[in-house]
């Protein structure tokens, strides 16, 4: 795995091991208030990225775009700021619903940018015959 791909597999680590140990300080202190955070790290971090990661180690077409930085960093600093800002929201502080919303709005238009670039990845894919024996 190399470039873009590397990048979002080591995030969808980092995104794994913050989820689970969200969800067991969670179990052991027996308050599950932050249940939505821990699903949000889970699926829109853990997942998203373990996804983005093979889709563009599979694609290298699509890994070569110039895009392809700009969709990590867009994810990464709005997924972020989006899951921190939820945490202190369900926390109590409502103060911080702004940067919900702008991580949301960030996290929706990286979900966007991929499709711009996926999709023509996907359609310009040749599958190559097997050789002749």
């Known amino acids: 795995m190399q470039g873009v791909a590397r990048n979002f597999f080591i995030l969808a680590i980092i995104y794994a091991l913050c989820g689970m140990l969200l969800g067991l300080v969670m179990s052991i202190g027996g308050d599950h208030t932050e249940m939505p955070v821990h699903a949000h790290i889970m699926v829109a971090g853990w997942?998203?990225?373990?996804?983005?990661?093979?889709?563009?180690?599979?694609?290298?077409?699509?890994?070569?775009?110039?895009?392809a930085p700009a969709h990590f960093w867009l994810t990464a600093v709005s997924g972020i700021a989006l899951l921190v800002g939820l945490f202190f929201l369900l926390a109590g502080n409502p103060a911080i619903e702004p940067l919900v919303a702008l991580?949301?709005?960030?996290f929706f238009a990286g979900m966007l940018l991929f499709a711009w670039i996926a999709i023509p990845a996907t359609r310009a894919y040749q599958v190559q015959p097997a050789p002749a024996e």
């Open 103 to 106: 991580g949301s709005i960030g």
């Open 47 to 67: 997942l998203m990225s373990a996804v983005f990661a093979f889709f563009y180690h599979l694609f290298p077409v699509a890994r070569a775009s110039r895009l």
